[in-house]
């Protein structure tokens, strides 16, 4: 789809595809990326059960182990695709992801597993930060969370395809099959990629001159940190991603244990709501981003902001009634308000930026958000239910579920935050204009 026809024609067209095309082959880039990363979700209660795993090892499994590499090696990656040519960089890193998921039905150990995450962790790493610098050469900057909203609405696809079909292949054929079924398609769609999508000159559409100088990492983390705005986006996006990736990991489980459904109907409602409900959530706040922000850029805060105050309430009743049909019901907001804060987050940090740096500065951004969220939640809530099962039993995920609520309240101050200071520091000199002057001179 397109996101707006506001563009000159001679800014629709790269490399003989239209942008259209390329943002939607930089989505399908995202599906198989939450595919491959979240299929081990859907799996976790086959592979606990197979493997005698307790929760913290299942939460360090889906999310310390993947974090740690996927954080730290999307910058350097991110550092190189500021310098080489990005569609190279993610179609390596795509081909990387989708073999080392493939590998993963082959595990004949909990150790083999963990190496296979690693895998699937460094593959990934290369992908996020070029998409996003990418996206940002193709669409202007009161487009370009729509955009970037689109794209992101790859990771609800991917969260369904994850849960919905890997239930049915785990019910009928395995979980060992799921992992290899998650694998095979990425490969297929690496050589697409590499032979279909250009690469965009840098800064096309806001038409700024490249200079092709790329400040170090040590210049850019500086400049980031110069900027109270991205401080708080930073930290916002750590926060709100802490109780996503909990979500993520173990509400699957929560559902298996307290209601005692079978994996294909695990999947289908757990891909339901994260596929189609979360995706409603991720695209929308994105366009009303962008709509509100028109008037005043701060609304890209404030609507994250409200969503997250709006869910809030639910929580409790989606992680503690005994009744299925509340549970579900009450799982709605907060399910479209799991991945709402991404696309404002990062259109507002690739906005404060110069060309050469958007890379790196969506990789740091990326960084701040795995190693505290992914790397730490799904682990941090995993022990606490552990050390609560003596005294719970199954009811014990269910309350270090709840305890997410937290972060998500501190995330919501973290953007609020965020806002005073946003348009100070687009104004004041950090838009990527001035900023390439700057970093030029």
Known sequence: MEISNTAAPSRATIGGRSRRYILVMLTLVYVINYLDRNILNQLLPSIKAEFHLSDA??????????????????????????????????AFSMVLFAAMTALSAFAASFVQLVSARIGTGI??????????????DLYEPKE???????????????????????????????????????????????????????????GHVEQIMDTGQTPHLPETIRYL???????????????????????????????????HLTPEARGFLIGGLFGV?????????????????????????????????FSVPFFPLYFLS????????????????????????????????????????????LFTLNIIGFGLGPLLVGWESDLLRPLLGDDSIRWAMLSTVLTWMIAAWSFWMASRTLRADLAAGSGPKAALVEVAA
């Open 144 to 202: 370009r969370a729509s955009a970037l909203s689109f794209y992101a609405t790859g990771l609800n696809v991917g969260l369904l395809l994850a849960f919905f079909a890997g239930g049915w292949i785990e019910q009928h054929f395995g979980w060992r099959d799921a992992f290899l079924a998650a694998g095979i398609p990425g490969l297929i769609l690496a050589a697409m990629f590499m032979l279909t999508v250009p690469e965009p000159t840098r």
């Open 322 to 365: 005994n009744n299925f049909a509340l549970a579900v019901f009450c799982a709605v907001l907060p399910t479209m308000n799991g991945a709402a804060y991404l696309a404002p987050s990062y259109a507002m940090v690739q906005s404060l930026v110069p060309l050469r740096m958007r890379a790196q500065a969506a990789a740091i951004l």
């Open 277 to 309: 409900v979360g995706g409603i959530g991720t695209y929308f706040s994105g366009v009303l981003a962008d709509w509100l922000g028109q008037r005043d850029v701060r609304w890209n805060m404030y609507v994250v902001v409200l969503i997250i105050l």
């Open 57 to 90: 090892e299942l939460g360090f499994l889906s999310g310390t182990v993947f974090a740690i590499l996927y954080a730290t090696l999307g910058v350097p990656l991110a550092w190189l695709a500021d310098r080489m040519n990005r569609r190279n960089v993610i």
């Open 225 to 259: 940190w110069s900027q109270r705005s991205f401080r708080y986006i930073a930290f916002g996006t750590a926060m709100a991603s802490f109780g996503g990736y909990a979500g993520n990991t173990f509400v699957p489980s929560l559902f298996s244990r307290v209601f």
């Open 123 to 136: 593959g990934e790493a290369g992908t996020s930060p070029s998409v996003n610098s990418i996206i940002s």
